[in-house]
C-alpha cells in the first residue's frame, strides 16, 4: 500500500491444460512474477487452477492430489523472494474428504486455505460427486507443503491494516454469500476464484451481480474466472477478470480471449476504510457483527479497535438477545445502541 492510502490489486487468467499441473504451475508463477513487476499486492487467480477446473473425475484420483500439493511446493519455492500475496485454488484432502479450496500465501509462507461453501450441483454443473462443503469447518489447522496452516471458511486475512476474504464462485450467487459475512466482520476487499462458464445472457447478470456485491458490502470485490485452456466438451469458459470498487467497475479483462490476462487496479483503503457502519444490529446479530458495528459507529482504528471477546461485546449481545427473546420484531436503532453502551461503559467512546 503507497502513502497515499491505494493498494494495488491483480487478477490473472492463466493458460492451463487438463491436469498439467507442471504447465498450470509454471504459468501461474511467471504470472505472480509480472504483477509483482506491476506493483501489485495482492493477485487473484481462478478456481482450481493448478489443475484446471474441467478434469473431471481425475480430481479424485490420489496422484493429481499429490502432484498438485507438489505444484504448490514450486509456486511458493519460485516466489518466495517476491513482496505480493497470491490467492490460488486448488484441490485439497483434509481428513477423509476433498475440498474445492483457495490458497493465500506470500513469500513462501501459506497463510490460510478457505473451502468452498457452497457446491454447485445443478445443469451443468456436479461438484458434489467430487467436493464436500466448508460450511462446518469454521477454523481448523491442515498441513501443506510441509506447512501447518489455517484451513476453514471463517477466516479474514491483513496485508497493511486492509482486510480481506475470500469466497469461491457459487459463493457469490446464493442469498447468504460468505462475503457478506466476511464484510460485517471487517473485510474491505472480497476476492472470488470462479469457473463459471458461459451462457446466452449470463454475462450480464454477472457484472450486475459483482457490482451489486460490492456496493452492498461498500467493498472493492475482485472476481477472476477460468479462461482459455478448460476443457470446451460441455462448457466454455471466458475469461472473466472484473474488478470492482463500491459498486464501480475499475478494470475488466477481454472476453474468450486466447491470451493469458493480467488486470490491475488501485484501490482507495482510506475510502473504505473509512465507510461508514452499514450493518443493523438485529436478532441475528452475532459477537463479530456487533463488534464491528461498534468499530466502525464510533470511527475507532488501529489498537483502538474491539473484539467479539469485549466485555462490552459480550454485555451488548446479551442486551440484544433478550430484546428479542422477549418479542422484540424490530432493528435496533444507532440510538438506542449509544445509549446502551453509554450505559455499559460510560465515557468510553465519544458520541457520533
Given at each position: 500500500m503507497n502513502r497515499f492510502g491505494f493498494l494495488k490489486v491483480a487478477a490473472a487468467v492463466p493458460h492451463v491444460l487438463i491436469a498439467d499441473w507442471d504447465y498450470n504451475a509454471q504459468h501461474i508463477t511467471e504470472l505472480i512474477r509480472k504483477g509483482a513487476d506491476r506493483g501489485a499486492s495482492i493477485i487473484l487467480f481462478p478456481e482450481l487452477c493448478i489443475t484446471s477446473y474441467t478434469c473431471g473425475d481425475l480430481i479424485q484420483q490420489p496422484a493429481l492430489l499429490h502432484a498438485a500439493e507438489q505444484a504448490l511446493g514450486y509456486i511458493l519455492?519460485?516466489?518466495r523472494e517476491l513482496p505480493i500475496v497470491a490467492i490460488v485454488g486448488m484441490p485439497v484432502t483434509y481428513g477423509n474428504a476433498l475440498y474445492n479450496c483457495a490458497v493465500v500465501f506470500a513469500q513462501g509462507r501459506i497463510?490460510?486455505?478457505?473451502?468452498k461453501t457452497y457446491i454447485p450441483n445443478y445443469s451443468e454443473f456436479y461438484e458434489a460427486r467430487c467436493f464436500m462443503s466448508g460450511e462446518e469447518i469454521g477454523l481448523a489447522t491442515i498441513r501443506m507443503c510441509g506447512q501447518d496452516t489455517d484451513f476453514g471458511r471463517n477466516m479474514?486475512?491483513?496485508?497493511?491494516?486492509?482486510?480481506?476474504?475470500?469466497?469461491?464462485?457459487?459463493d457469490m450467487w446464493v442469498p447468504a454469500a460468505p462475503s457478506l459475512h466476511q464484510a460485517?466482520?471487517?473485510?474491505?476487499?472480497?476476492?472470488?476464484?470462479?469457473?463459471?462458464p458461459e451462457v446466452l445472457g449470463k454475462h450480464n447478470y454477472l457484472?450486475?451481480?459483482?457490482k451489486s456485491q460490492s456496493a452492498r458490502t461498500q467493498s472493492a470485490y475482485i472476481y477472476c474466472s477460468a479462461g482459455y485452456g478448460e476443457s470446451s466438451t460441455d462448457l466454455v469458459f471466458g475469461g472473466n477478470g472484473l474488478i470492482v470498487e463500491s459498486g464501480r467497475m475499475l478494470r475488466?479483462?477481454?472476453?474468450?480471449?486466447?491470451?493469458?490476462?493480467?488486470?490491475?487496479?488501485?484501490?482507495?483503503?482510506?475510502k473504505l476504510l473509512n465507510r461508514p457502519a452499514s450493518v443493523q444490529v438485529a436478532k441475528t446479530s452475532g459477537l463479530a457483527g456487533i463488534a464491528y458495528w461498534i468499530n466502525q459507529n464510533y470511527r475507532l482504528t488501529g489498537d483502538a479497535q474491539i473484539d467479539k471477546h469485549d466485555p462490552l461485546v459480550l454485555a451488548l449481545k446479551g442486551w440484544?438477545?433478550?430484546?428479542?427473546?422477549?418479542?422484540?420484531q424490530t432493528v435496533i436503532s444507532t440510538k438506542e445502541l449509544n445509549a446502551k453502551i453509554a450505559e455499559l461503559a460510560p465515557g468510553r467512546f465519544a458520541q457520533v
Open positions: 519455492a519460485q516466489t497463510h490460510g486455505v478457505v473451502p479474514l486475512f491483513n496485508i497493511g491494516g486492509v482486510k480481506f476474504g475470500v469466497e469461491i464462485c457459487e460485517v466482520d471487517g473485510a474491505q476487499i472480497l476476492f472470488n476464484l470462479s469457473a463459471s457484472l450486475t451481480l459483482v475488466r479483462t477481454e472476453r474468450f480471449s486466447t491470451e493469458e490476462q493480467l488486470i490491475v487496479a488501485d484501490i482507495d483503503t482510506e440484544v438477545d433478550a430484546e428479542y427473546e422477549d418479542g422484540r
